[in-house]
């Protein structure tokens, strides 16, 4: 059974950090893309960052380069997003998702496409004061 857990959700002010984590179970991890996205009610879900499990490729959005960082612990078949400068912008629902991206595949793994994404966690509240 697949699970992907996130965790390190909360509340912060405006300049703060909060590191987000999303625990993978129940599928092998390596040749996965997963990614963060995040969604604000009555918005579409949008992509944050991800990273390619096989080697550790990174993708950023423009809403999140520079302040935000995604990594990987692969022991712990975790992958994590820091948080930095935080701004009341980045308020929403962060979702963890993930799909099988084999070695030689064609595109690349980014969070740009929902449609591609066949695991998803339950999601974590982030929530920013000014």
């Known amino acids: 059974q697949v699970q992907l857990v996130e965790s390190g959700g909360g509340s912060v002010q405006a300049g703060g950090s909060l590191r987000l984590s999303c625990a993978a179970s129940?599928?092998?991890?390596?040749?996965?893309?997963m990614a963060w996205f995040r969604q604000v009610p009555g918005k579409e879900r949008e992509g944050v960052a991800s990273?390619?499990?096989?080697?550790?490729?990174?993708y950023y959005a423009d809403s999140g380069k520079g302040r935000f960082t995604i990594s990987q612990d692969n022991a712990k078949n975790t992958v994590s997003l820091q948080m930095n400068s935080l701004k009341p912008e980045d308020t929403a629902m962060y979702y963890c998702?993930?799909?099988?991206?084999?070695?030689?595949?064609?595109?690349?793994?980014?969070?740009?496409?929902?449609?591609?994404?066949?695991?998803w966690g339950q999601g974590t509240q982030v929530t920013v004061s000014s």
């Open positions: 998702a993930a799909h099988f991206f084999p070695p030689g595949a064609p595109g690349s793994c980014e969070a740009s496409s929902v449609s591609e994404y066949v695991y």
């Open positions: 129940g599928f092998p991890y390596s040749s996965y893309c």
């Open positions: 990273i390619y499990t096989r080697g550790g490729s990174t």
